[in-house]
């Protein structure tokens, strides 16, 4: 560690108001996050004004293949986060380090395979979602481009849920937050100014993710001192415990880019306007529910490192106090989005049945989130109390049992918004599900670990 750096706090959730803990970290983890899948929004808004279909079509048939990446390096982090708060909650400083190094080190390593899979076999996979035309090709410029950003992002995603593990909500924003920032101010110059069109905005993305990985090294290697040298003989020794987290934590998060790439697939049979309506649905929805999807990075180190303390007093609580924020939240995100259906269909010049798909979804599907939200919250208890293949189970029974039948026979039945409203179903029975085997979980882990 450098003279520099500043230790880590030792377990700063052990102690305090568990909701307060909740909120700060939820509200500081969906800033980030929320401007990490902002990106994707920026990118789609400043495409629209180009007002060609086949380009609005191309960013959600590249953007289902791009998340698939972005979901690898969330279950990567997933794990980075809940072995360093596990271990800071025990007092074993070192060994956190040293699962933080190992983890980041992993996650590298993991995206350039990932990498060189998409670069390769991006074509293949644009053709099962029923990609065709211009809008294929565009979508394959954009996915070729963006190469270079996925070993970044995926970097700087592990640098941020190692902060959060440490409890340094703040900086493990700055990470995305830059990512939003840089991106916002590079996308007019490479679409409009250099005349770059789609692959500008690609170029915009890939400067985004290189300026925040940047900022996530200097966080967790000067500020906190909390990166040892690069070796493979460490991810060698912590392979078997960051695996154990990772492989079903990433199983977990592909789950969804899975029911995505089924739901572009069906949705494509009914035409590029409605492949369109989708693709805005689909960036609308991290942003205006960031602060669910930021739940589960969130509330994990929280019940992590009471875990860790053996505080299974405060691990209840802290489920309970994350499930209580997200149903409030989703209430009110979903009035919003209800009030404002026509505007925001109009923000990105949606036309024809695109117009249709965003204010349907924002009308009758936004409230179903707060089921998703319940499942997100379960997943952190999942992970952090050594049960990572419970939230395994759980996303890809929802994004299989949950997806597939409700979104065949609600497309036969009403076409794509059917499709919509069928899923929404599925999310409601595996949210509720999920809780109630979230807190049978709590129950045993005080039972296995008394305190």
């Not at 078997?240 to 990433?250: D, E, F, G």
């Not at 790439?261 to 989708?278: K, L, N, P, R, W």
């Not at 009110?332 to 979804?361: C, K, P, T, W, Y």
Request: proline share 3%; with cysteine.
């Amino acid at each position: 560690m450098t003279n520099s750096a500043r230790p880590a706090r030792a377990a700063p959730f052990v102690t305090g108001s568990t909701m307060r803990h909740v909120v700060v970290m939820t509200l500081t983890g969906a800033v980030g996050l929320m401007a990490l899948f902002m990106v994707d929004l920026i990118d789609l808004f400043f495409l629209s004004l180009l007002k060609q279909t086949a380009v609005t079509a191309a960013i959600g048939y590249a953007g289902t293949v791009v998340f698939i990446n972005l979901s690898v390096a969330i279950g990567t982090g997933i794990a980075a986060a809940a072995l360093v708060a596990r271990n800071v909650g025990a007092g074993d400083m070192a060994r956190a380090r040293e699962y933080a190094t190992s983890a980041l080190l992993f996650s590298l390593i993991v995206s350039g395979l990932i990498t060189l899979a998409v670069g390769i076999g991006s074509g293949g996979l644009l053709s099962l979602l029923g990609a065709q035309g211009e809008a294929r090709r565009l979508a394959q410029i954009f996915i070729w481009t963006m190469t270079p950003g996925y070993i970044l992002v995926g970097g700087a995603l592990c640098c941020s849920f190692i902060l959060r593990g440490l409890g340094d909500a703040r900086r493990a924003m700055y990470i995305t937050l830059s990512t939003a920032i840089v991106t916002a101010c590079a996308d007019p110059i490479f679409i409009f100014g250099l005349g770059l069109g789609i692959q500008g905005a690609a170029i915009a993305t890939v400067l985004g993710y290189l300026v925040s990985f940047s900022i996530g090294l200097h966080g967790v290697a000067r500020v906190h001192g909390f990166l040892n040298p690069l070796r493979l003989g460490g991810l060698r020794r912590d392979f078997p415990a960051l695996w154990a987290i990772a492989y079903p934590a990433i199983l977990t998060q592909v789950a969804t880019p899975f029911a995505n790439a089924y739901m572009t697939h069906e949705i494509s049979a009914f035409g590029d306007e409605s492949v369109a309506g989708f693709a805005i649905v689909g960036r609308l929805i991290p942003v205006a529910y960031g602060i669910i999807f930021a739940l589960a990075g969130s509330v994990g180190p929280i019940i992590g490192q009471n875990y860790g303390a053996r505080r299974h007093d405060r691990v209840r609580q802290t489920l309970t106090d994350g499930l209580i924020f997200s149903a409030i939240y989703t209430l009110g995100a979903s009035l919003l989005m209800l009030l404002f259906r026509h505007q925001i269909a109009e923000a990105f010049n949606a036309s024809g049945r695109s117009v249709d798909i965003v204010v349907f979804f924002c009308t009758f599907i936004g409230i179903s989130w707060a089921f998703a939200g319940a499942q997100f919250v379960s997943n952190a208890a999942f992970n952090n109390l050594g049960r990572p293949k419970l939230s395994t189970a759980f996303n890809w029974g929802k994004a299989t049992l949950g997806t597939i039948p409700f979104a065949l026979v609600g497309a036969m039945i009403g076409g794509p918004e059917g499709l919509l409203a069928g899923t929404a179903i599925g999310s409601v029975i595996f949210g509720v599900a999920s809780v109630i085997v979230a807190y049978r979980v709590v129950r045993q882990s005080a039972a296995e670990r008394p305190q």
